[in-house]
């Protein structure tokens, strides 16, 4: 009875932690009834020969809510800059996202742990901006994650993409995040998507960056990278979180 007590009272002082990945979902909850908010940028620059959008860049901001310990909503809210390829750009409103991710299973260490998540667009873009889709997009997803040597944890995720007036995706990501002290880390992905039309390549991108923890409730994550194979050419991401 006496280590239980100990392993209860242990769990009770764990804060939460925000996702240090971009593609995949991590074993990081907010605690049940804490909030998680944050801000962040995607900067995509696109291959010059790509028929499609030459840049994109995308500005969120995020809730994330723990409606139990092992269950978490989170809304995206993005305000989207797109360049065209014939010239000019667009900007506004992007679609809203929904998730639902659901820790269903965590060994007594907290790996590994199967994370099902499914999220949804609502449709606020413009889509004739390119800005957004016609249509509710769904994403259903599956993660398992595990830790090596107590220092580097790493995490496999598959999805598969519902579009409206579209070709279903699936798509792939594995992370991996090692742990140099308790506040920093570094972080490398890979990403893999189908490609919407018959013609275009599939996507390949890999990414590599840090993440740091200026305190219990702030945490920074930055992160560059490029495209092996597909129309992106380079990959920036950065952002700021706090939890309360």
């Known amino acids: 009875l006496l280590p239980l007590i ?3 009272m242990f769990l009770s002082t764990v804060n939460a932690e925000p996702q240090r990945t971009n593609f995949t979902v991590e074993n990081k909850f907010p605690l049940w009834e804490q909030f998680e908010i944050g801000a962040g940028y995607t900067g995509i620059g696109m291959d010059d020969d790509s028929f499609i959008a030459q840049d994109r860049g995308r500005a969120y901001g995020y809730v994330r809510y723990g409606i139990l310990d092992n269950l ?3 809304l995206d809210i993005p305000y989207e800059n797109v360049d065209l390829p014939a010239g000019g750009s667009e900007s506004g409103l992007g679609d809203l996202d929904v998730e639902f991710q659901l820790r269903t299973y965590e060994d007594i260490f907290g790996y590994p742990y199967f994370i099902p998540h499914v999220s949804f667009t609502i449709p606020t873009g413009d889509e004739d901006k390119g800005l957004g889709v016609d249509g509710v997009a769904v994403k259903f997803g ?3 994650g595990s830790t090596i040597n107590d220092w580097i944890d ?3 995720d598959a999805s598969y993409v519902v579009i409206p007036d579209q070709n279903d995706q699936i798509e792939l ?7 140099i002290s308790d506040v920093f880390g570094l972080v ?8 919407i039309e018959d013609s275009d390549d599939s996507e390949v991108i890999i990414t590599g960056g840090i993440t740091y923890e200026w305190t219990e409730s702030i945490q920074m994550d ?3 990278g490029g495209g092996l194979t597909g129309p992106v050419d380079v990959y920036g991401q ?3 979180s706090y939890t309360f």
């Open 6 to 8: 100990f392993t209860g």
């Open 72 to 74: 978490a909503v989170q």
């Open 142 to 144: 599956l993660s398992y």
């Open 154 to 156: 790493w995490v496999l």
């Open 173 to 179: 990501a594995n992370s991996y995040v090692w742990n």
């Open 188 to 195: 490398t992905e890979v990403f893999y998507s189908d490609s």
């Open 222 to 224: 930055l992160s560059v």
């Open 238 to 240: 950065g952002s700021v």
